[in-house]
T-cell receptor
Framework: DSGVTQTPKHLITATGQRVTLRCSPR?????VYWYQQSLDQGLQFLIH???????AKGNILERFSAQQFPDLHSELNLSSLELGDSALYFC?????????????FGPGTRLTVL | GIQVEQSPPDLILQEGANSTLRCNFS?????LQWFHQNPWGQLINLFY???GTKQNGRLSATTVATERYSLLYISSSQTTDSGVYFC??????????FGSGTKLNVKP
């Protein structure tokens, strides 16, 4: 158990809908990363937050947004969902937000868009 | 954009054998990391290794930044080593690009 929790574990929804994925980092970690893993695109870095502020942005679509709250949990919002958004979404956390600091991954949320 | 290529794509080993996984990248990078995803999907960050060599138990990694490649060595492989190994390069601050992975199957 990495100490990072993600909810829900599974999510099935329809095209055009909006969903929110939640991530709670390990106790003491200030930094949260979001990743998408799909059959088509493989693993992709989406976005990084440190202590509530966005620090780096990867291949995140405009239909997707994220935020990190004062209690350090983070949410990834996906809207106007398309079939191609079906994927595993992981979050990871570390203490310092540096790439030299080990990232600890949650178990992922599997999103299926029908 | 930067290209990150991993080889081989698939590898089957007998338990106890050694293996070398390779990651080539097309541009200078700030950092390089290796990850393992077990057959149940859990991701683990193995190493950050922008250059030089690091060891962690039966795993070691070497990055030759000037030649733009990194190697992950697995010695005396065990069935628990099975899964997919990803390398990821950091081009800009905390902006990671992943390879497509090497799928390892260690047979008892």
């Amino acid at each position: 158990d990495s100490g990072v929790t993600q909810t829900p574990k599974h999510l099935i929804t329809a095209t055009g809908q909006r969903v929110t994925l939640r991530c709670s980092p390990r106790s003491g970690d200030l930094s949260v990363y979001w990743y998408q893993q799909s059959l088509d695109q493989g693993l992709q870095f989406l976005i990084h937050y440190y202590n509530g502020e966005e620090r780096a942005k990867g291949n995140i679509l405009e239909r997707f947004s994220a935020q990190q709250f004062p209690d350090l949990h983070s949410e990834l919002n996906l809207s106007s969902l398309e079939l191609g958004d079906s994927a595993l979404y992981f979050c990871a956390s570390n203490q310092d937000g540096l790439s030299t600091d080990t990232q600890y991954f949650g178990p992922g949320t599997r999103l299926t868009v029908l | 954009g930067i290209q990150v290529e991993q080889s081989p794509p698939d590898l089957i080993l007998q338990e106890g054998a050694n293996s070398t996984l390779r990651c080539n990248f097309s541009d200078s990078v700030n950092n390089l990391q290796w990850f393992h995803q077990n057959p149940w999907g859990q991701l683990i960050n193995l190493f950050y290794i922008p250059s030089g060599t690091k060891q962690n138990g039966r795993l070691s990694a070497t990055t030759v930044a000037t030649e733009r490649y990194s190697l992950l060595y697995i010695s005396s492989s065990q069935t628990t080593d099975s899964g997919v190994y990803f390398c990821a390069v950091e081009l800009y601050f905390n902006k990671f690009y992943f390879g497509s992975g090497t799928k390892l199957n260690v047979k008892p």
